[in-house]
Antibody, heavy 119, light 107 residues
Framework: QVQLVESGGGLVKPGGSLRLSCAAS????????MSWIRQAPGKGLEWVSY????????NYADSVKGRFTISRDNAKNSLYLQMNSLRAEDTAVYYC????????????WGKGTTVTVSS | DIQMTQSPSSVSASVGDRVTITCRAS??????LAWYQQKPGKAPKLLIY???SLQSGVPSRFSGSGSGTDFTLTISSLQPEDFATYYC?????????FGQGTRLEIK
């Protein structure tokens, strides 16, 4: 079945870096757009970033623009989020999600990976 | 950026009740709206897309309506597994913003 599994979360100091991964299975990864969404502790959902199927188009929330980079490797069925210059407010559960091609609906979500930014 | 506002922020209801949750966009988004359900400690699940289209596998007691700026999610007869937090999300333009969530609790 369609499955997304995130990894790479952990504890990092402010100003540090982390790379999240999302392994996809059960669908033709290269046909779909993908997104990262995060949820701070006890808070709502915040869209973070989006990448087209061929990586030709990316978009970012203002809160992470210039610090985070989304990428994908279709040969490895994998999605990535490189996070630099991390701040305390980046602390959250990060979800990857399969995204519809022509509209930004997230129709399959992973279970999430937790990122904690603290000294 | 488009802002999404849900009401109420929380609601208490009983099994079998009919419940309606409202979502308002700060500007018109046609029918580019989704609804998600999230249970504690779990990932969100897509329920409704394009304002009123039921995602595959979602029970028919869930329905969505609206267009422009005002949208509703209705659960016709609450089941025990429906107690969760519900989020709307606009898909009209970037960034794809979510509402703040509506927590549906057992009365």
């Amino acid at each position: 079945q369609v499955q997304l599994v995130e990894s790479g979360g952990g504890l990092v100091k402010p100003g540090g870096s982390l790379r999240l991964s999302c392994a996809a299975s059960g669908f033709t990864f290269s046909d779909y757009y993908m997104s990262w969404i995060r949820q701070a502790p006890g808070k709502g959902l915040e869209w973070v970033s989006y990448i087209s199927s061929s990586s030709s188009y990316t978009n970012y929330a203002d809160s992470v623009k210039g610090r985070f980079t989304i990428s994908r490797d279709n040969a490895k069925n994998s999605l990535y989020l490189q996070m630099n210059s991390l701040r305390a407010e980046d602390t959250a559960v990060y979800y990857c999600a399969k995204t519809t091609v022509t509209t930004v609906y997230m129709d399959v979500w992973g279970k999430g990976t937790t990122v904690t930014v603290s000294s | 950026d488009i802002q999404m506002t849900q009401s109420p922020s929380s609601v208490s209801a009983s099994v079998g009740d009919r419940v309606t949750i409202t979502c308002r966009a700060s500007q018109g988004i046609s029918s580019w709206l989704a609804w998600y359900q999230q249970k504690p400690g779990k990932a969100p699940k897509l329920l409704i897309y394009a304002a009123s289209s039921l995602q595959s596998g979602v029970p028919s007691r869930f329905s969505g309506s609206g267009s422009g700026t005002d949208f509703t999610l209705t659960i016709s007869s609450l089941q025990p597994e429906d107690f969760a937090t519900y989020y709307c999300q606009q898909a009209n333009s970037f960034p794809p913003a979510f509402g703040q969530g509506t927590r549906l609790e057992i009365k």
